[in-house]
């Protein structure tokens, strides 16, 4: 399938309202100077065989820097990568950011592809592409509708769900965004969400869970 680039064929059109970028040390940053994510730009993309060997490059982590940012489409799947990356490089909550993108503001030439059509048209086996977009170059600080860190996100969610549940007391000394133990805050608050409670006669059957 040699041949000129076409970027088009491969684009993706019909985009989602909203993109999630997890940054984590060690990961493509944001541009110190105009607050933009930016990739490789150095990288070009002569034809549909190359870019088929970058894309392959950019899922199999073989080269960074890659010329794409990779994105998420669902909230919650970014959050669930976000904790991987928490345990995978032993990190703390606070070192690992989601950034939450506005679609609709990515300036006109921002070139997006679908991962999940873009491995298919490119026979490439990418089975965790579910949710994930590909950006090439650069995502405009325009765009960005905020940026959070993990324990910001987390000890939030879990205050707001502890307050739903009428839970604040028993763990009310765990919630602190400057603590450096809001992890036992969650553990402790599942370990409660399982015991019987005398305060309230009706027990919640599940909890849901950012693993």
């Not at 993706?12 to 990961?27: N, Q």
């Not at 765990?174 to 608050?189: G, K, N, T, Y």
Request: proline share 5%; hydrophobic share 35%; charged share 25%.
């Amino acid at each position: 399938m040699a041949g000129l680039f076409d970027a088009d064929a491969y684009e993706c059109d019909d985009l989602p309202e909203r993109f999630y970028r997890v940054t984590y040390p060690g990961s493509q940053t944001r541009d110190e100077d105009t607050g933009d994510y930016v990739s490789d730009t150095t990288l070009e993309i002569s034809d549909d065989v190359d870019l088929k060997e970058i894309v392959e490059d950019h899922f199999y982590w073989r080269r960074a820097p890659s010329p794409f940012i990779s994105v998420f489409c669902d909230e919650r799947h970014a959050r669930n990568w976000a904790r991987k990356r928490v345990d995978k490089l032993n990190c703390s909550l606070g070192d690992v950011y989601i950034s939450e993108i506005d679609t609709a503001k990515l300036p006109a030439g921002t070139t997006v592809f679908e991962a999940t059509l873009l491995a298919d048209m490119l026979d490439i086996y990418h089975p965790y592409s579910e949710n994930e977009y590909l950006v090439l170059h650069r995502i405009s600080c325009v765009s960005i509708v905020s940026t959070r860190s993990l324990e910001e996100i987390e000890a939030d969610e879990l205050a707001h769900t502890m307050a739903l549940f009428g839970l604040n007391d028993p763990i009310r000394m765990f919630i602190d965004q400057d603590s450096e133990h809001l992890d036992l805050a969650i553990e402790s608050f599942h370990v409660v969400l399982r015991l019987p409670s005398v305060a309230s006669p009706v027990q919640p059957k599940t909890c849901s869970s950012l693993t």
